[in-house]
């Protein structure tokens, strides 16, 4: 699945939390990613966050981040 695809999919699972405290929105869009996306499409969006990091919602990014970092662990 291309970069692009899995920003806008994201863009869309950030759009469903975002009405919930900052925290809060960021912790759950992070576990969906982890719990609910192929490993395939998260390893995708990680390597190419800087490709795609300028079309993430702010809360998404944030997001991914957290991925980019327990991933780095």
Do not use: C
Not at 16 to 23: C, E, L, M, P, S
Not at 34 to 61: C, E, G, H, N
Request: net charge positive.
């Amino acid at each position: 699945m291309s970069p692009e695809k899995l920003a806008y999919m994201a863009n869309q699972i950030g759009k469903f939390f975002a009405a919930q405290k900052h925290d809060q929105a960021v912790a759950a869009i992070t576990d969906h990613l982890q719990k609910f996306w192929d490993p395939r499409m998260r390893s995708t969006i990680l390597a190419q966050y800087d490709k795609v990091k300028d079309r993430l919602d702010p809360l998404v990014k944030e997001a991914v981040a957290k991925l980019r970092q327990a991933d780095v662990s």
